[in-house]
C-alpha cells in the first residue's frame, strides 16, 4: 500500500466514526442528566435510562436519520457517555483540573488548585480495571504484569498515567491531567501571577529573540506560561514546538507541531525528544519550542540556540532559577556525547539568556517568583542576575497568598540588546548604573 493511503487509512476509519458529533450528543446528554440520581441505578438501569435521554435529544435536536442510523447514534453516544463510570463525572466538571484514581475507593480530585478527597468511589477493583482497560486500548496499549505501566490521553485530549501492582503498592493507580487551559499573559497578570512590566518585559525578550527557559516544579504552571510567552514570537516565524504529548496551542500561523512516540508493546519504534530536535533543525526552524527537556535532548537543544537558532524557548524541572542551570547542566551530560563539563557550562552561559521560575503556593496560586539572567560569560561559574523577585507575606493556612514583586535593574548587555531590537524596557526595572559614565544608557530608567 502506497505510504498516502497507509496514512489515509487510520484518517478516514476516525472520520467515519463521525466523533465529532457523538462527543456533541454525549456532551447534551452529560448536561441533560443528573448525575447523582444516576449514580443510585445498576449499570443495566444506567444504560436504559441513558439511552432513554438520547433518544429524546436526538428527536428533538438531531439530524433525520433512519431507524439503524438512529440506533447506532444512542449506542455510542451511552457507549462514550458510561465508557469511563464514575470518572465520567468528574471529566465533564470544568473546574476540575486533576483526577487521582489511589484504587478503587481512594479517589482525590484538585480544584482552583486545591487537592480533596471524593465520597465517589468505584464499586470494585474490577471495574476500575475495566476503566483503565478502555483508557488504554484507545490508544493501542494494554496494562498488564509484563507492562504494568502506561501514559495514555483520551480522546478530549487530557493526560493519563496508570501504573499498576506490582509496582503499585496501593493498588491501580490512575492519574488524569486535564488538557491544560490556555491563559493569556494578560490573564496571568490579571490573576496575579506576575505584574505587568514583567509581561511588558518578557514579551519584548521574546521578540528579541533571546533563549528563555521557563523552570519549576511539577505543575506549577510551565507549560501554560510557555504558552502564554509564545503568542509574541512574530506571525511570519516558522516555529517548531516539540512534545511529549502536545499541549501547546500556538496560534501563529506557521507553526509546525511534532510529538514523541513511546515504544510499543514489544518495544520497538519509540521517538524521542531528542529524536525530534535533532529532525526539527534540518527542517529551516526560525524558532524551536521545546515543551520540556528532560534528557539527553538538552545538549541538542543547546547546540541549536549557539548555532543561530536563537530565541528558543523550553521549560525544565528545577527548584529555583540557580537550580535551573544547573540541572540543564547534568541533563546535558547525559548524552552519549561525552563532552567536557567545563564545555558544556560554556555552552549554558553561550546559550541561556533567561531563566523564568515558577512557584506553587499553598493556596493553590500559580505565580512568577523570579526571573533571572545568566550574566556569567563563557569560562565563568554560573553567575544569575535577578530581575524580578517575588516576596510572599508571612502567609496562615487557609489564607490566600499576598505579597509583592520587587524589580531589580537590567544587566547593561541586556539593555542593549533590547534597545538594539529595537524594544523598550519598562521603568521600574531600569538598568545597572555603570561604573563608567557618558553612555546613552545611564541613568537608569528610561
Ligand atoms: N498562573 C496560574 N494560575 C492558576 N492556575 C494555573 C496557572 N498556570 C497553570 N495553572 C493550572 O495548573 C495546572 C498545571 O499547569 P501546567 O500543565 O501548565 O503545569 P506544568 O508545570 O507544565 O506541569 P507538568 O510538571 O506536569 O508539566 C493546570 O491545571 C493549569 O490550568
Ligand atoms: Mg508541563
Redesign the pocket.
Known amino acids: 500500500m502506497a505510504l498516502k493511503d497507509r496514512l489515509n487509512e487510520g484518517r478516514l476509519s476516525a472520520q467515519h466514526s463521525d466523533r465529532g458529533s457523538v462527543a456533541h450528543w454525549r456532551k447534551r446528554l452529560l448536561s441533560e442528566i443528573n448525575l447523582d440520581d444516576l449514580a443510585m441505578l445498576s449499570m443495566e438501569q444506567r444504560r436504559i435510562r441513558l439511552e432513554k435521554v438520547v433518544g429524546h435529544l436526538l428527536s428533538r435536536e438531531g439530524p433525520v436519520l433512519s431507524d439503524r442510523e438512529r440506533a447506532n447514534m444512542i449506542r455510542r453516544v451511552v457507549d462514550e457517555a458510561l465508557g469511563l463510570g464514575v470518572l465520567e463525572p468528574l471529566l465533564a466538571d470544568e473546574s476540575i ?2 483526577i487521582m484514581v489511589n484504587g478503587p475507593d481512594n479517589i482525590f480530585i ?1 480544584r482552583n ?1 486545591r487537592v480533596q478527597r471524593i465520597e465517589t468511589t468505584f464499586a470494585s477493583e474490577e471495574q476500575l480495571y475495566q476503566t483503565i482497560d478502555r483508557i488504554v486500548s484507545t490508544v493501542n496499549r494494554r496494562v498488564d504484569e509484563s507492562s504494568p505501566m502506561v501514559d495514555a490521553r483520551l480522546p478530549t485530549g487530557e493526560r493519563v498515567n496508570v501504573i499498576i501492582p506490582p509496582l503499585s503498592l496501593s493498588g491501580p493507580i490512575v492519574t488524569i ?2 488538557f ?2 490556555p ?1 493569556t499573559i494578560e490573564q ?1 497578570i490579571s ?1 496575579g ?1 506576575l505584574d505587568e512590566a514583567t509581561g511588558i518585559l518578557l514579551a519584548s525578550m521574546i521578540r528579541a529573540r533571546f533563549n528563555v527557559i521557563i523552570s ?12 502564554a510567552l509564545s503568542a509574541f514570537v512574530p506571525s511570519h516565524e516558522r516555529i517548531i514546538t516539540i512534545e511529549d504529548s502536545a ?1 501547546l496551542q500556538l496560534q501563529q500561523e506557521h507553526v509546525l507541531r511534532l510529538e514523541a512516540r513511546p515504544p510499543n508493546i514489544e518495544g520497538q519504534g519509540a521517538v524521542t525528544i531528542r529524536d525530534l530536535v535533532r529532525n526539527s533543525l534540518r527542517m529551516r526552524p526560525d524558532r524551536i519550542i521545546v ?2 527537556v528532560r534528557g539527553a535532548e538538552t545538549l541538542d537543544m543547546l547546540q541549536a540556540m549557539n548555532t543561530g537558532h536563537d530565541g528558543s524557548l523550553a ?1 525544565v ?1 528545577a527548584n529555583s532559577a540557580d537550580d535551573a542551570v544547573h540541572r540543564l547542566l547534568t541533563l546535558a551530560s547525559m548524552s552519549e556525547v561525552k563532552i567536557p563539563f567545563e564545555a558544556l557550562r560554556d555552552q549554558i552561559n553561550a546559550a541561556i539568556d533567561v531563566i523564568v521560575h ?1 512557584s ?1 503556593y499553598p493556596d ?4 512568577v517568583a523570579e526571573v533571572s539572567v545568566v550574566a556569567s560569560r563563557r569560562h565563568e561559574e554560573f553567575r544569575l542576575e535577578p530581575l524580578l523577585r517575588f516576596h510572599a507575606d508571612r502567609y496562615e493556612a487557609q489564607r490566600r497568598v499576598t505579597g509583592e514583586f520587587h524589580h531589580f535593574p537590567l544587566p547593561r548587555h541586556i539593555a542593549e540588546r533590547l534597545y538594539t531590537a529595537g524594544e523598550s524596557i519598562p521603568a521600574t526595572f531600569g538598568i545597572r548604573r555603570p561604573a563608567d559614565h557618558g553612555s546613552p544608557f545611564s541613568g537608569g530608567a528610561l
Open positions: 483540573t486533576e484538585e488548585g491531567r486535564r491544560p487551559k491563559f496571568l490573576m501571577s519549576g516544579g511539577t505543575g506549577t504552571g510551565k507549560t501554560t506560561f510557555l504558552n499541549e515543551g520540556e521549560t524541572h515558577l506553587r493553590g496560586s500559580r505565580r
